[in-house]
């Protein structure tokens, strides 16, 4: 019943930026709490940056603050993550989540999270 398409990855140069797009179903968008994971090759996922518009609360990994800002347009039932001042370890599988109902604060554990979209890839080059 929920779907979530991703878009915007590809390979860049260190210090570049990427806009990654994560459309879902829109009879399902509302007042879910989403997220933006990540896994490269050998490690384990991680949360990257997660968003519940129901409270406005945000949360980001350490790794990323200051750099990635992610955001949603309930309009368009599309999650965002803004990606500046790319570095090599960024470089993973990115995969937007959703979960099952209505949240009321963000969150960083996959736990939480009962919808995964496809991934799409970001290349950081040194």
């Known amino acids: 019943q929920v779907q979530l398409v991703e878009s915007g990855g590809g390979s860049v140069q260190a210090g570049g930026s990427l806009r990654l797009s994560c459309v879902a179903s829109?009879?399902?968008?509302?007042?879910?709490?989403m997220a933006w994971f990540r896994q490269a090759p050998g490690k384990e996922r991680e949360g990257v940056a997660g968003?519940?518009?129901?409270?406005?609360?945000?949360a980001y990994a350490n790794s990323v603050k200051g750099r990635f800002t992610i955001s949603r347009d309930s309009a368009k039932h599309t999650l965002y993550l803004q990606m500046n001042s790319l570095k090599p370890e960024d470089t993973a599988m990115y995969y937007c989540?959703?979960?099952?109902?209505?949240?009321?604060?963000?969150?960083?554990?996959?736990?939480?999270?009962?919808?995964w979209g496809q991934g799409t890839q970001v290349t950081v080059s040194s």
């Open positions: 968003i519940a518009d129901f409270t406005g609360s945000t």
């Open positions: 989540a959703a979960s099952y109902g209505a949240a009321g604060s963000a969150s960083l554990d996959q736990s939480m999270f009962n919808y």
């Open positions: 829109v009879d399902t968008f509302r007042n879910r709490r």
